[in-house]
């Protein structure tokens, strides 16, 4: 980008990124549909660890995500580090992972060999 091989359009995140600041989202220029924002979690199989366990889990991911030190490396892979209590997380999965995706794999016709 910097010596001018490739030229960025937009970004797909729900929100401008704070490394290019004056760069718009795809739908701020009228593609909405375009939004795509990364997100990365820890999930286990239903059932398959107690309560008390995926909170422990829950709790310790929260505080690694409150250091200075994670936070700092996150911020030179470029992400922007938010933690989300479980729940949150668990509702942001169905609805954006699991849905989310399910719908764009059928729109777009999408099989496994």
Known sequence: MQTGAI????AINDGRSK???DLPTLAEQGFAEAQVTP????VVPA??????????ISK??????ATSDVQQK?????????????QAFVRRY????????AKVVKEA????D
């Not at 169905?94 to 995706?101: A, L, P, T």
């Open 7 to 10: 030229r960025i359009i937009g």
């Open 19 to 21: 490394y290019f600041p």
């Open 39 to 42: 997100w990365f979690g820890v």
């Open 47 to 56: 059932g398959a660890a107690p309560q008390p366990v995926t909170a422990r």
């Open 60 to 65: 310790a991911l929260e505080a690694a995500l």
């Open 74 to 86: 996150l911020d030179v892979a470029g992400c922007d580090s938010k933690s989300a209590p479980l």
């Open 94 to 101: 169905h609805r954006v992972g699991r849905r989310g995706w």
């Open 109 to 112: 016709g999408i099989t496994t």
